[in-house]
């Protein structure tokens, strides 16, 4: 340091530091709040770091290339491969394999038979027959595939095959990719190509998603960084008066801001790294159910290897520890700057027009944050209207805490109720940014619980619907659905009860409106592209395809869906066949309502049908239409063709045998709903675990920060319950003065906390949802949760009470600092 | 060590209180066989170097720490030593400082959310008084017109004045001074302590005074040298 020599600089660093010597706890809540913020913030961003480019990798690797199957529906082995490669084809293995432990998808390959694949891969994406794609993107070169073997996430397939034996064949899976033969006829007759996906396109549904976890990190980090500034900021107050002394002793400031530049750089480069590590520990103890619930709802793999590394973490909360905590001192250098150059304005801005802290500014801000949530067709600008509403809470909270105090202090004719209301208000302002976390915390928790709730009950009821029937059983490639329908209906049993029905699922076309030029556009060919295209109003409406969900007959299974709007006797309608239904997506998008009339084109046959009902259908953003079975023309080629069946008294083999003899089939598919359902709400169980342990760590986070806030600002305040000691009232009443204090704060502040939450919960459920992922949820409030923050609250307060009634019993009191003995805490 | 010589009943009797502490591991005996006598309207100023036990001995006299031997009278009260830490009498105590006992410290006396006629109001009240004349108090001190004021809003001879406003409203029998003036001015220091004089003499009540200015101390009528009391 210039200025400085090493010893002088070591003299003032100890010097400086021994504050720390003096209030250890407080450095250990710094450490911590350092820590367990980078700890969380690492492991939501590590998380969906992995996400973000397991996405990527998913389209890269891909892209537009084929696999093979078996005519027969057997799995693929390695003795297929050796025949395939001996018939002259190109065609490389791909064994995925669930990582041991760790979460995340390793991907064995073979590196000679990929360097085939490589030299070739150009013409592949063209030549797929699965896959229609535009003329652009058939111009486009195809990335040559090199995978490297370093286990992010390729390994060499030898060692995927070793690591495949020690997991459960269920996380397993091989699949053959080839570059489509020329001519087609050389494929082997036993084999059929199918475009390989690493899951369906999911476009803006995955980036929703992970715009949803980022917004949760964020919101992570702001509750985390308003806690380390306050935490920082309390420690700066208590040492203002050595700084003081330091400079009447002819320390130049500089030097000062020199030296706590390299205490909190020392300090967080010590907590910063522990909390990398951490947070990276704790995304790969939770990567498993989070990988799962990430293939599960979005059909996204996570894929090992994608996260940042670990320097990107630390520089990045290095930079936020610092940017938090010398905030004053960057807002100084700033003005210096500006003084300088002299640009009278910036500095203006940067001292708020000396105003301060702009109490006045929450109306505007919130009004404006109300009105964009409302409005906002864009997600990334319902996220500014969210957080232009925290913003203003923010600052609304402690200032309305403490008006209410004053005024109340006004009106009481009782001098210690008065000194009450004002010590409250004295408390709210200097415990400002500790509230104000803890307020955001329990909005937090709030929305988050009650949607999870919501998603529970909603999900619950919805997986009850759609896996109503006991069991699914697939129609083989090249069986007769039609005759199997008729053997069904045959059946005594069956036909009782009538708790069966046919299924079929394709495509359909959504024609463009009349007046819409891009109705030519070969894009609107691509289901995928255009289903991406299709939010607008009903004059800008594109050609589109959506999926066919073709029923039939109508059972008992499917009149027991509860529809989110539905006209009168909808089912009867939809039966004879008067009426189509639409899922939510669809209703949202295109948009239709109940009563509009659809057209659609199915294969080549136009059909016109009025809105009968919209039906919700959840975890998907695929819009759908949904027929009578009847109503599809004979041309029609199904994607997909299955049967739902309650069997009732009968026994599932009885029916199974029946179809293998009508099919002619050794076997078939046979789906156990019950089994389905019971992976269904595990892994739902798994995700929302998931999302309430990282709030409620945030929670925990911010009640200790209040916590340590409470204790060290009581502190502070010790001399002044003494002074009630002295004047009269005995430890007991001093005590009931202070657990009135901290109780009504902390429960001032949750009463606060409750509207912003249910605020969220409503723009989670009625604005963000929709506008991410194409269907709503029913908006629902939890009276029980508010009580559980209500107690959690009372918790806390009564905790400050406990710890500060230590300090209470202490032998002579005396003012800390002398900011106290002048009175400069009011 | 001093004697009262009151010819009026007594209103502090103090008999062989004694005092002491831990400290490195060794007891320092900072009060040993105190004897101590005052009368309403008398004054008693508390002499010795620093750590002599001045402010041990006012706070033992308000109950605030407990003595280790003797026993303490006042204003009726009794409180022996080995009884003194109990409920009950901590409850006695907490009545006789909040009724009868005024406490000066040498600083920081006032609450800071609070103005200075909210301050004094609210020690009347606690006290048991009207807070009718709070502002006459101020008044009487000279800082009538900084009723409004907050404590870091007026100089420190300022809320010294203050603070006596909220013992004289009170209306004690005993006022215990802790170096009242020792963080003021030659000026405003005497200025503080003419007024403590005046209104002590006016309302009758017992004053205690520890201080190291001897020119203050002279004007108590008893003094008490603690550190020849050999602690």
Redo the contacts between chains.
Sequence with gaps: MFLFSASQFSNLFSVLFSHYRRHPLQLLALALMIMLATMLWTGVNHLTTQARASLGQSEQAAAARSQLERVDGQALTVADFVTLRRAGLCVTPWLEVERPGQGGRLVGVDPLAAGCFAQTAPAAGNNSPERIDSPESSKKPEPAWTPVLNGDPFIDISEAAELAQNVAPSNVSLSLLIVPPEPASALPADYRMTGFSLGPDTGELGDSFLLNLDALGFLVLLITALLLRSVYQLGMAQRRDSFALLQRFGVMPSAINRVLLVEILLLALLSVVPGVWLGRLLAGTVSGGFGQALDSLFDTPLYAGQSENWLTSIATMMAIVLVVCLAQNVQALLLRTAAVLSFALPAKLLTGFGVRPWPWLALPLAAIGLAVALLAQSLPLVFFAVALVFAATGIAAPFAIAALSATLARKTR???A??RH??L??MARRLALPLVALQFALAMVLAVQALVTVFEVTFDEWLGQRLAADYFIEVPAGASANAAAQWLAAQPELAQSGDWHQVVRGVAQLPAAANDPAMADPKMDNPKMADSKMAGSKTDRKAQSVDLFALGPVSPLLTMWSLQAAGDQPWQGFAAGEGVMVNEQLARRYPLAVGDTLVLTLANTRLERPVLAIYADYGRPAGEVLINLELLPDEFVPVFESFSISPGASDITMITDGLQRLWQVESVRVRDNKRIRELADAVFDQTFLLTRAMTFVTLVLAAVALLIMGWVFFSTRA??FR?L???????R?VLAQLGWLALTLTLSITLLALPLGVWLTWVLVHRINPLAFGWSLPMAIYPGFWLQLGVVSVLIGLSITLLMRSQLGG??PK?VSAA??????? | MGQGTSVTEPLLKVRGLGKHFASAGQTVNVLSGLELTLAPGESLALMGRSGSGKSTLLNILCGLEQPDAGFVSIAGEHFAADSSASGPNQQRWAMLRRQRIGVVFQEANLMPALSLLDNVRLRARLAGQSDQHCGDWLKRLGIGELTQRYPDQVSGGQRQRAALAMVFAMRPSLILADEPTGSLDVRTALEVADELFHQQAASGCALILATHDSALAARCGQRLDLAQMGA
């Design positions: 009782e001098p210690l008065c000194w004002t010590e208000g004295v001399w002044y002074l000691q002295v004047w009269g009232l005995t430890k009443q032998s002579s003012p106290s003995l002048r009175g400069d805490e009011r």
